[in-house]
């Protein structure tokens, strides 16, 4: 088996939020590639985190990129306040907005690498004629809302063709994945064709150190006989 390499990012919704800074400084330290910050608004998914406040916190206790994932309504309406809070990547969900193509450019227009996310039961044709705008497209492999969910074991099929079809339209673009990833399946998912990938009840474990997780990710994905 070859080495493999991805992107990591943790995500906090799986955080202690009590020791916050604490936790984002460990998990920069064990070597995080970014820090994901899932933002939701109990209507586009049935859950309610965090919004500009906090991620303005998180913006300013750490040097990483800071990777926003809106599941919410009307993201367009938001994008400036998220953008000016310090997000250096801001994805919408192509399911959430009428007018996909438009937020996006003005995400990017606001200083923002733009995103686009989709749900596990939607067609990934409804991503084609956006791709050459975007600069990560993101894969469901739950259905969003909440953490510490199990892999949909279809959606390695779902990243297949979405790698197929990224490095025919734009091959720039970062294939990001995120839902039920852990040492069990990360490897799976990086050869089926993502690099970026989004990780948050398998890093933030309850008595166990994040260096500890982590560590087990990148074994995971490290070179074996």
Request: net charge negative.
């Amino acid at each position: 088996m070859t080495h493999l390499t991805a992107r990591i990012g943790p995500s906090i919704l799986s955080a202690d939020f009590l020791r916050l800074g604490a936790q984002i400084d460990a998990v920069a330290a064990a070597g995080a590639d970014y820090i994901h910050v899932d933002v939701m608004d109990g209507r586009y998914v049935p859950n309610i985190t965090v919004g500009p406040p906090v991620l303005r916190a998180v913006r300013g206790g750490t040097s990483l990129p800071v990777d926003v994932h809106l599941m919410i309504v009307e993201p367009a309406q938001w994008i400036d306040e998220f953008v000016a809070a310090g997000a250096d990547v801001l994805t919408i969900h192509v399911e959430a907005d009428v007018h996909v193509y438009r937020t996006l450019r003005a995400i990017e227009e606001a200083g923002a690498a733009p995103g686009i996310a989709i749900n596990p039961g939607t067609p990934l044709v409804m991503l084609e004629d956006v791709l050459p705008i975007v600069r990560q497209v993101l894969i469901m492999t739950v259905n969003p809302g909440f953490g510490g969910q199990t892999f949909i074991p279809a959606s390695l099929d779902r990243i297949r063709r979405m790698r197929e079809m990224i490095d025919r339209r734009n091959p720039q673009c970062t294939l990001q994945i995120d839902g039920g990833i852990r040492a069990s399946n990360i490897r799976k998912v990086v050869e089926a064709g993502a690099d970026s990938i989004v990780i948050g009840s398998s890093i933030f474990v309850p008595d166990r150190p994040v260096s500890e997780t982590m560590g087990e990710l990148r074994a995971a994905l490290a070179a074996t006989n």
